[in-house]
C-alpha cells in the first residue's frame, strides 16, 4: 500500500464549479501534512498547510481526519488558473516530504 | 522566485554515463532535499543534507549520491545511468530541516 494515495483524476470542471480532491495516507505516525500545487513540469508550490481544525485560505478549504487518516481539499469558484496538478504530501517527525502522486485539474471556459 | 537554482534545466544523456547536478539553495538556507520525479509521479525523496552531512536517504541505490558544501549549495551525482533513471530532478532549501521546503525549478534528465 502507498503511504500516500490520491484519486489522480483527471478533474474536468467548468470555471466557478466547486471540486474536492480526497487524499489517505498510511502511516499513523504521520504529523504534518501539506497540499502542493505544481504546474506541468514545474515545481511544486506550498498551497496550504492543513490542520485538524480545518483551514481557509480564500477559495481553498483544506481538513484533516486523524482517525480516517484523510485529508481533503475543497475548491470554490474555480478559476482557469486553478488547472494544475494538486499534490497531497505527509510528513513524520524527522522524515522528508511524502508525497502522493498528485490529482490533476483542469478548468474549461 | 523561490532563490534556488538548479543547473542544468535539461540534460541528455546515455545509458552508462555519469550524471551531476547542481543546486544553490535560498540564501540562508542550511538544508538541500533532493527529489526525483517520474512522469506521472509525485515526487520521491532521495536524500537530505544538513550542514553538510547526509541526514536522511529515501529508497535510492548507492549510485545516487550527493554532496553538499560549505556555502549549502549542493549536487547530486548519478553513476551508471539506467533509462529509469529519467526524470524531473528537484533540490528543495530549508532553514534547520524545516517542513518549509523552497523548491528550484527542476533539471529535466533524459537517458537515452
Known amino acids: 500500500r502507498k503511504e500516500v494515495e490520491q484519486d489522480p483524476g483527471p478533474f474536468n470542471v467548468p470555471e466557478g464549479a466547486t471540486v474536492a480532491f480526497n487524499c489517505t495516507y498510511s502511516n499513523s505516525a504521520s504529523q504534518s501534512f501539506f497540499w502542493y500545487r505544481q504546474d506541468c513540469r514545474k515545481e511544486p508550490k506550498l498551497l496550504m498547510s492543513?490542520?485538524?481544525s480545518g483551514n481557509e485560505d480564500g477559495r481553498f478549504t483544506a481538513q484533516l481526519n486523524r482517525a480516517s487518516q484523510y485529508i481533503s481539499l475543497l475548491i470554490r469558484d474555480s478559476k482557469l488558473s486553478d488547472s494544475a496538478t494538486y499534490l497531497c504530501?505527509?510528513?513524520?517527525?524527522?522524515?522528508?516530504?511524502?508525497f502522493g502522486k498528485g490529482t490533476t485539474l483542469s478548468v474549461s471556459s | 522566485e523561490t532563490g534556488v537554482t538548479q543547473s542544468p534545466t535539461h540534460l541528455i544523456k546515455t545509458r552508462g554515463q555519469q550524471v551531476t547536478l547542481r543546486c544553490s539553495s535560498q540564501s540562508g538556507h542550511n538544508t538541500v532535499s533532493w527529489y526525483q520525479q517520474a512522469l506521472g509521479q509525485g515526487p520521491q525523496f532521495i536524500f537530505q543534507?544538513?550542514?553538510?552531512?547526509?541526514?536522511g536517504r529515501g529508497n535510492f541505490p548507492p549510485r545516487f549520491s550527493g554532496l553538499q558544501f560549505p556555502n549549502y549549495s549542493s549536487e547530486l551525482n548519478v553513476n551508471a545511468l539506467e533509462l529509469d533513471d529519467s526524470a524531473l530532478y528537484l533540490c528543495?532549501?530549508?532553514?534547520?530541516?524545516?517542513?518549509?521546503?523552497?523548491f528550484g525549478s527542476g533539471t529535466q534528465l533524459s537517458v537515452l
Open positions: 528543495a532549501s530549508s532553514l534547520d530541516n524545516s517542513e518549509k521546503l523552497f
Open positions: 492543513v490542520y485538524s
Open positions: 504530501v505527509v510528513k513524520q517527525a524527522g522524515t522528508a516530504l511524502i
Open positions: 543534507y544538513y550542514r553538510e552531512e547526509e541526514n
